[in-house]
């Protein structure tokens, strides 16, 4: 009896799915400011090789990918390279000079030194993939589009380096291509073989895929075999004092819009929700949503603020109205972007204005806790993603957000509202099963019957 419950568990173990680790046996002394959190997701990174922290904002994802970086530096001993979005990397120098790891900011191949050199991702051409024991995607959440040409060019370059590391803020529950993406890039499964596995493609969505019902506690197993995922200390069972959120309060300006103009030849504008519609009433109530937003950020001079818009002609009209304010866009040098963003996290901009497409990933803002929208787009992850610049773990005062939209712009507004409360839903039922999958749980009691075997007569043996 026990030789047949031993072959039934090596055949359970075999038909498994594990990303195989790749990494040391023995893990040394970790970073001592470490939280217990970190340590644990740390270790098991460096046991894993190639790995994913995905780790809610505010949570500790630096210090876990620089002090993964000093480990696996030494211990190889060949340098770390380390690419984040645009100002970006002078944080990270910060971070680590103030936990005594070395690091430094690197731009040219002759820069490269001991430890963690941290560079753009714009500039990863300049860089010699052979000559790093390793490599680290912060914000790696760029990875996430499987057409992508940025996508394309990581997996390339990095697909022979022994060990990499994806630190995100958790990846959207619904995405799972996004899981897929990181999977790939760390060698763990195809994103294709992924999907085969595991889900099945969603008649009802158009291109998107859903796991397969009994295929549920196995994904997140396999998942767990590469990646932590957490919102808080306590999914991996430990305490959650420091790290609870302060008050969010979301404001809403709505503007009244002015339906007798551009009509089309009607008696009033009637509005609709395609991209043309929505774009043209942007521009036509441009103004009044500056308005608004100027009137509450020059109330407060003594409040640090982000202003978050969608277009160009929004950055000219709240720049012209806002005192202090100034602008990051897209079409200045990446020196005079880089100085405008450190300013501000430094404290010697007062009022920042930008597009959350360029200064909302990454960034660690808690100095700030004011920040106003003059208008949202149909995309949630942007919006949620510019809001955690501010509200996130660390940050002390209750963080103020207020979004200016036209009575004419309901229905964006309806949409973000929506996709907000399918996002919370996804993300409990996320570190649920992340959480099922990390305990390591085996409880075994001797089969005692209390009523003796007994087979049937059409089994029993024949003379």
């Given amino acids: 009896m026990n030789a047949h419950l031993a072959d039934y568990e090596r055949l359970l173990a075999a038909k498994a799915i594990e990303a195989p680790p790749r990494g040391f046996d023995d893990v040394p002394d970790l970073n001592p400011a470490m939280f217990p959190h970190q340590r644990d997701v740390t270790a098991f990174l460096l046991r894993a090789g190639r790995g994913a922290a995905f780790l809610d904002t505010g949570l500790g994802k630096s210090l876990v990918a620089l002090d993964w970086g000093r480990v696996v530096s030494e211990r190889m001993d060949k340098p770390v390279l380390m690419l984040a979005p645009l100002a970006v990397a002078p944080q990270h120098a910060r971070e680590a000079d103030k936990f005594g790891i070395e690091a430094r900011v690197v731009t040219t191949p002759d820069d490269v030194g001991p430890g963690v050199n941290v560079t753009n991702y714009d500039k990863v051409d300049r860089f010699d993939p052979s000559l790093f024991a390793g490599i680290v995607l912060d914000e790696s959440s760029i990875i996430k589009s499987f057409t992508g040409a940025t996508t394309r060019k990581l ?32 060698g763990a499964m195809s994103s294709s073989e992924m999907l085969t596995r595991f889900f099945i493609a969603d008649q009802t969505n158009m291109g998107r895929y859903r796991l397969k019902g009994h295929a549920v506690r196995p994904f997140w197993s396999w998942v767990a075999s590469w990646a932590r995922c957490l919102s808080r200390p306590s999914d991996l069972g430990h305490d959650d004092a420091g790290f609870a959120l302060p008050e969010l309060k979301l404001v809403r300006h709505e503007v009244r819009a002015d339906i007798g103009v551009d009509t089309g030849g009607l008696l009033f504008r009637i509005p609709d929700t395609s991209a043309t519609a929505i774009h043209r009433e942007k521009r036509l109530t441009a103004d009044a949503r500056a308005d608004r937003i100027a009137e509450v950020v020059n109330a407060e001079p003594g409040e640090a603020w982000v202003v978050w818009c969608d277009t160009d002609y929004e950055a000219d009209a709240l720049t012209a109205r806002i005192r202090d304010a100034v602008e990051v866009r897209g079409s200045m040098s990446e020196k005079v972007k880089e100085d405008r963003l450190v300013g501000f996290s430094e404290g010697r901009v007062r009022v920042l204005v930008s597009k959350p497409s360029i200064a909302g990933f990454g960034l660690n803002w808690q100095h700030c806790a004011r920040m106003a929208f003059v208008g949202l787009s149909f995309s949630y992850e942007a919006f949620y993603q510019a809001v955690r610049r501010c509200w996130r773990f660390g940050q002390t005062r209750p963080v103020e957000c207020h979004v200016a939209m036209a009575d004419t712009e309901r229905a964006i507004w309806d949409v973000i509202s929506r996709k907000s409360g399918d996002h919370e839903a996804m993300k409990t039922e996320m570190y649920a099963a992340m959480r099922r999958a990390v305990e390591v749980r085996r409880v075994r009691h001797d089969y005692r019957p209390a009523i003796p075997l007994a087979l049937p007569a059409w089994m029993e043996a024949r003379p």
């Fill in 155 to 186: 997996m390339r370059m990095f697909a022979a380096t022994p060990f990499r590391l994806a630190c995100t803020a958790t990846p959207s529950p619904n995405d799972h291509m996004e899981l897929g993406q990181h999977s790939q890039f760390l």
